[in-house]
């Protein structure tokens, strides 16, 4: 089996290498035409072998790097490709909400899986985004890997900053053995949120308290949700998220009002300090001992 590491995934593709037993591990030469257009080549003899392609795709040239590097593996005459797709790009939009819009999410399965055996992400914002895939494709999860990393911090209390979050923050409660709850959310506009306490929350004045997403993009709710617990008495704030985007300032705000924040390695971030890797590496080992 050989792994290749895309430009957005290079360190984590080595880290997935590594768990599965020091795999052969590769970097594409990727590089610009003087009209903009990428071009890549792939090196080492890959015909008749299993490739793990590993590309997260947070930008539209990290998508188009992520379709030639399968294409390329395919005309290498790989025997299988399994494609890992840390952080899932265009996902958030897995409905048509007003007429003449594109299902993202399904249109990019179906892009993705063309040249794959299977596919791998990471935290999908709909679960229901597998669903549009034809060929064999599987979700791990983030939560794990945060859960190694806090369970080593003297965390007392976990928070969801929504209730869409409940879920996430009910496992992370079950792995660390802790209390949680989650806010009450109100958006006011794309980057505006209200946020309150719900009702019968654990004490937590004087705690350490870990809020937990599984994204983060701008920031302003967990901003927000920092500086509703601190007004409350919190005695620390950790942030930990699966997926760190952290666009334009989010990270040095979010910096400025907690004590700790921590996101995987599905992004490369200031904030990445749990690695995703043992977890996909477990769904592959899973794949290649059932074909």
Not at 206 to 235: C, F, M, P, S
Not at 250 to 262: G, H, L, P
Request: hydrophobic share 40%; glycine share 8%.
């Amino acid at each position: 089996m050989h792994v290749i590491g895309g430009t957005a995934s290079t360190a984590l593709a080595e880290r997935i290498s590594r768990e599965l037993g020091n795999a052969p591990f590769g970097i594409p030469f990727v590089k610009r035409f003087p009209d903009g257009e990428m071009y890549i080549r792939i090196g080492g003899r890959l015909e008749g072998d299993d490739v793990v392609v590993v590309q997260s795709t947070p930008s539209d040239p990290a998508l188009l790097e992520l379709l030639l590097l399968e294409d390329a593996v395919h005309e290498a005459g790989a025997r299988r490709t399994f494609v890992v797709v840390p952080y899932f790009g265009y996902a958030r939009q897995d409905r048509r909400f007003f007429p003449g819009e594109p299902v993202s999410a399904r249109s990019l399965s179906r892009h993705v899986e063309l040249d794959a055996d299977a596919v791998i992400t990471v935290d999908l914002h709909s679960p229901t985004t597998l669903g549009h895939f034809t060929k064999p494709a599987f979700e791990a999860s983030g939560i794990p890997a945060l859960a190694r990393l806090l369970r080593e911090r003297p965390i007392d209390l976990l928070v969801s900053p929504d209730k869409g979050g409940i879920e996430r923050v009910r496992r992370m409660a079950q792995l660390l053995d802790r209390p949680w709850f989650a806010l009450e959310k109100r958006r006011i506009d794309s980057d505006k949120v209200e946020l309150s306490l719900p009702p019968d929350v654990p004490a937590f004045a004087g705690k350490h308290v870990a809020l937990i997403d599984d994204v983060i993009t701008t920031g302003g709710t967990i901003v927000e949700a920092a500086k509703l617990l601190k007004r409350h008495g919190v005695g620390a704030t950790s942030v930990a998220c699966t997926h760190g985007l952290f666009l334009r300032d989010a990270f040095e705000r979010i910096k400025a009002v907690t004590d700790e924040v921590y996101s995987t390695d599905t992004l490369e971030n200031p904030a990445e300090k749990a690695s995703v890797a043992p977890d996909i590496a477990q769904i592959l080992l899973r794949e290649l001992a059932s074909k």
